[in-house]
């Protein structure tokens, strides 16, 4: 049985549809990528699964359950994490606090503060300071402990490799193994496709709010990505217009 | 010279009272970025409360306070999830307009209970009792008291705030709502925990104000402006600011009335408006 479906699932900013009948599906300890363009509205199906968006109930059914229309709090307290875009640590709060947050959605498991220092040893010795006052790729992994914290089932990760270096991203997607040793499930929606397809079980790619390819992410080609990606074949025009 | 050490002392005594005054007020605009204007009133509905407790039930003012404290705290939480949650926003213009609705029918509706006559609680035999400090310099027992009490709330309140896992969702919540919700927070339960905390204070500021002084269903609006003056003047960055934002106006306020009685009060205004003007983000500003 999936972990999380998605049926239909459509999205709307005012009257503007960002989502047009996503079908989505992910099963336990599977990771999942999220790819497309700007604008193709991965970060809006994030938000709309862990209920940012409001979504109507039978959109979203996460462990067998709808959820749609829930409160993201609700939502989080059922076991989905999110790694938000832009990593939105909390300014006034040390690295440990911000971490500790993580512990509201008061479900326990294998992800205590030691795990997380375990998992990112450079976050240990800044414990005390302000989380903001971190390089980006450390603000990033208190972003990721602080949803390991949660000890989520589902965890959403919302362009972690976004500003920053590439070999910080690698340093950060190094962890990944380990984090789904347990048998947690990821979505990542990530703008590096070949980092995307690296790391992830299967891949779904999104354009202008529609699914265009979905399937095991080692069964495609660039052609087909770059087709599903830009809704053209690349191949026929030479370099990418993007 | 001991004129002197009694007018800063009495201006201290003063604070005090001003201190826990401002710190409702500094704590709900802290977590939730709401101005509660009707804040002055809830002290005098509080005070009315209290002295209806004390002449209907005939107990002492701290039995009073055991009945109080309950009610204010749950009447704060059931305020804040009934009505002030659904103002919050972008827009600060509806909770100032709710809240200033609330001022108009809390002081209308005590005036229709009570008359506009000045009420106070008997506070006997602490109202007269002293302490003597140095030759011609003694201290009331009641304003150490209330002084004594306004200490203990700025450090619990800032213990609560450093150290505990609700001071963390306070601040959490007040950084970034959208992000505490997605870690598991409910923010309606979040601010209705800190209106019911702000409600506390109320219930205190409001018996000892009626201990100290007097209270009439017209004085909001007055004890509004000190708790405004002593929240500025300290600035947000933490409780003790608003404590020390509270004492320099009370000792201002002192240090006016002993140069003319009617200086006092425009003494305080002046401190309050040079502070606003030299330093906006108050003495005290937010450090983290």
């Avoid at chain 2, 039930?57 to 109080?68: D, S, V």
């Avoid at chain 2, 999830?81 to 307009?97: E, I």
């Avoid at chain 2, 929240?231 to 933490?238: D, R, Y």
Wanted: net charge neutral; charged share 15%.
């Amino acid at each position: 049985m999936s972990l999380l479906r998605t049926r239909g699932l459509e999205a709307f900013y005012g009257d503007f549809q960002a989502l047009f009948g996503v079908d989505l599906e992910i099963a336990e300890g599977e990771v999942l990528a999220v790819i497309g363009a700007n604008g193709a509205g991965k970060s809006t199906l994030l938000r709309t699964i862990c209920g940012v968006l409001k979504a109507p109930r039978d959109a979203v059914h996460f462990d067998g359950e709808p959820i749609g229309g829930l409160r993201p709090g609700e939502i989080a307290r059922r076991g989905i994490a999110m790694v938000p875009e832009g990593r939105r640590l909390f300014p006034s709060l040390s690295v440990e606090e911000n971490l500790r947050i993580g512990e509201q959605s008061r479900r326990r498991g294998a992800w205590t503060l030691e795990a997380v220092y375990a998992l990112f040893p450079m976050l240990r010795d800044k414990r005390g300071a302000p989380a903001t006052s971190l390089s980006g790729g450390q603000q990033q992994m208190v972003a990721i402990g602080r949803a390991l914290v949660a000890n989520p089932r589902l965890l959403l990760c919302d362009e972690m490799s976004l500003g920053l270096a590439p070999i910080v991203v690698k340093e950060i997607y190094a962890a990944l193994p380990a984090v789904v040793a347990g048998g947690l499930s990821v979505i990542l929606v990530e703008q590096d496709i070949s980092l995307a397809c690296g790391v992830s079980d299967r891949l779904y790619c999104l354009q202008e709010g529609r699914v265009t390819l979905s399937g095991p992410s080692a069964s495609f080609g660039r052609e087909d990505i770059s087709r599903a990606y830009f809704g053209a074949d690349l191949g026929d025009y030479g370099a990418p217009r993007a | 010279m001991t004129g002197w050490i009694d007018t800063l002392l009495q201006g201290l005594l003063l604070g005090g009272l001003y201190a826990l005054f401002a710190m409702g007020q500094s704590l709900i605009f802290g977590v939730m970025r709401l101005t509660n204007v009707a804040h002055g009133d809830f002290i005098v509905l509080a005070g009315f409360v209290a002295f209806a407790l004390v002449g209907a039930l005939g107990i002492g003012p701290l039995a009073a306070f055991a009945f109080l404290l309950p009610l204010a705290m749950l009447s704060g939480y059931l305020l804040q999830r009934a009505v002030l949650n659904d103002t919050l926003g972008k827009d600060p213009l509806p909770s100032l307009v709710v809240t200033f609705g609330l001022s108009i029918v809390i002081q209308n509706a005590l005036q229709e209970i009570f008359s506009a006559d000045p009420r106070s609680i008997s506070a006997e035999p602490l109202a007269t009792a002293s302490v003597q400090i140095m030759e011609g310099l003694s201290a009331g027992v009641l304003p150490l008291a209330i002084f004594a009490i306004a200490l203990a709330a700025a450090a619990s309140l800032q213990w609560l705030f450093a150290r505990t896992a609700i001071g963390r969702a306070f601040r959490a919540t007040s950084d970034d709502a959208e992000t505490a919700e997605l870690m598991g927070l409910d923010s309606r339960a979040v601010y209705a925990l800190a209106t019911a905390l702000a409600f506390a204070l109320i219930a205190a500021a409001g018996l000892l104000q009626a201990m100290r002084t007097t209270i009439s269903p017209a004085d909001g609006p007055g004890l509004l402006l000190f708790a405004f003056e002593a929240v500025v003047i300290g600035g947000l960055g933490s409780f003790w600011g608003t404590f020390a934002g509270g004492l320099i106006l009370g000792v201002t306020q002192a240090i006016g009335f002993r140069f003319d009685p009617g200086w006092g009060i425009w003494l305080g205004h002046i401190v309050f408006l040079a502070v606003l003007l030299a330093r906006p983000q108050g003495l005290v500003p937010r450090t983290r």
